[in-house]
């Protein structure tokens, strides 16, 4: 199946600054490629994806692009605030399972240091 | 448009007991995935289904586990005779179409199971 890692697992940013967390992926086939945020106590919750005929796409301070050479793809949040802290997932689908399911990486916990 | 609804939040069950999670998807979505998730760790597949259909289980156990969405009443996951290493968050997401190019997957907030 597909093989997902995430860097760093943990990012502390001073507030107003940018945060970049990057993943890689193994499965060349994969074509989507979403971003959770999930904070305490809670379910994920989709923030952005992205889609292989596309290198990048942004939805105000966040952003992702995609390096389908490379296998990989990063999240970017510009002008952090406290709020955005929280633990992020990247993921990509099992194309060899038929694309029904996602294989996630193993997080990065992001805080804002006010 | 209310997300997707899980139920119970907490869970605690001793060993050898019957652990039943209950996963209602969005409306009008009738695709429905299950993941668990241990401490500090990602989410991992555990099962696909569709109404009254089971798609793909390849993450889930042979034993003990077991999942239904049937034509009426929320998708079910079940754990028959838990064990401890059964502790964990059990999240349930559905989307709209099948196939995750097309289908964005919508998280439950998950239900946390202890084994005692």
């Known amino acids: 199946g597909e093989n997902v890692e995430q860097h760093p697992s943990t990012l502390s940013v001073q507030e107003g600054d940018s945060a970049v967390i990057k993943c890689t992926y193994s499965?060349?086939?994969?074509?989507?490629f979403p971003w959770y945020k999930q904070e305490l106590g809670k379910g994920p919750q989709l923030i952005i994806d992205?889609?292989?005929?596309?290198g990048e796409k942004k939805d105000q301070r966040i952003a992702v692009t995609l390096n389908k050479t490379a296998k990989h793809f990063s999240l970017h949040i510009t002008e952090t605030q406290p709020e955005d802290s929280a633990v992020y997932f990247c993921?990509?689908?099992?194309?060899?399972?038929?694309?029904?399911?996602?294989?996630f990486g193993t997080g990065t916990r992001l805080t804002v240091i006010p | 448009n209310a997300g997707v609804m899980q139920n119970p939040r907490h869970l605690v069950r001793r060993r050898g007991q019957e652990a039943r999670l209950r996963c209602s998807p969005m409306?009008?979505?009738?695709?429905v995935y299950w993941y668990r998730q241990l401490p500090e760790e990602g989410l991992k597949f555990m099962v696909y289904?569709?109404?009254?259909?089971?798609?793909?289980e390849s993450g889930m156990p042979k034993e003990r586990f077991s999942a239904e969405f049937p034509k009426e009443g929320p998708s079910i996951l079940r754990i028959q005779q838990v064990v401890r290493g059964d502790s964990a968050a059990y999240f349930c997401?559905?989307?709209?179409?099948?196939?995750?190019?097309?289908?964005?997957?919508?998280f439950g907030p998950g239900t946390r199971l202890t084994v005692t």
């Open positions: 997401a559905s989307s709209p179409f099948a196939g995750t190019e097309l289908g964005e997957q919508y």
């Open positions: 499965d060349s086939a994969s074509n989507y």
């Open positions: 992205i889609r292989s005929n596309v």
């Open positions: 993921a990509a689908p099992g194309a060899q399972t038929g694309a029904n399911n996602l294989f």
């Open positions: 409306k009008g979505h009738s695709h």
């Open positions: 289904l569709q109404k009254e259909n089971i798609i793909d």
